[in-house]
């Protein structure tokens, strides 16, 4: 999340940046190692949140470059990037939004301030830029579904910036197995990451058909591996930064497995709790919580079956596939705790 404090603008980093009155003319040559940039806060986003877009220049150069823009008489007293360069003119628009297939289409405020037009120096290796909300800019942000955000604030003067993200009803996460359904609130808010590798791979069906290899009775049940061993790790070998948070690990509660010698090495792999076990409390991400009585049950009938001295399973238990369905819209959905 990014701070209330640069919620309407990003200071630039280091440098000065100093409005020059009547600009020449600017060709492409002139902006060589400009570059723009777009980030989101997070990748995934539950209708009504605030969707906050960062839109930086860079200056990757050795040298100062001298970008023209409309400044208000409002924004003088201000650094930031100007709206002219945001959101560009009607007739040159410079930012877009795509909805799922939709063609992009152009971003445009209800009210664009005007200003003279002048040039902004951007000292070597330093940066400019804003945030603004998108939910306040365009109606579709209150729709599920998945978006792309494109910006050119100089045409094809410098390669455009792209960043992609959903809004979409919280979900819950059900596995189907030989022995009953699981089903797991999510923890969306504490681990937003793990949430959404969890989901991605869910719609992948990633998870259909793997099994359950490893079961401690009285401590957890481990599965999730494309080749059933606890080396396994998703098709692109895609690994996560850990995000521990104060989640306890108690009976039900989904954690993604990694590597003993690497905290940021999750993947695709989980484990179940079968018990209270406070001495992985902070040392494994938690992604979600068992929200009802058949959950546990299942978990019971699973620790049950027989295994190896290793904890292999003589029959590993199968699991069908993940689904996700909507969480309940009650505030309590939203708590990973039982």
Known sequence: MFPESISKRIVALCGLLVALSAPAAVGQADLDGLLAELSVSRTLFTPGDPIRLRLTLFNGSDRPIEIPAEIPEADEATIGLPSSLVFGTPETPHLFLGFDADRLSPVRPQQLSEGP??????????????????????RKMRYSGGFQVEWRPFGEAIPPAVVEFRVEARKHAVLVTDYGKLTFSLAYDKAPRHVENLLQLARDRFYDGTTFHRIIPGALIQGGSPDGTSSGLRPDGRMLVAEFHDAPIQPGTLVMARRQDDVNSASCQFFIALSRLPELDGQYTVVGQSVDRESLRTLERIAELPTDQNGTPQRPPVIRFLTLVDAPVAGASRDINP
């Open 117 to 138: 037009r002048q040039m902004i120096r951007l000292a070597p290796q330093t940066s400019l830029g804003t945030e603004i909300d998108l939910r306040s800019l365009d």
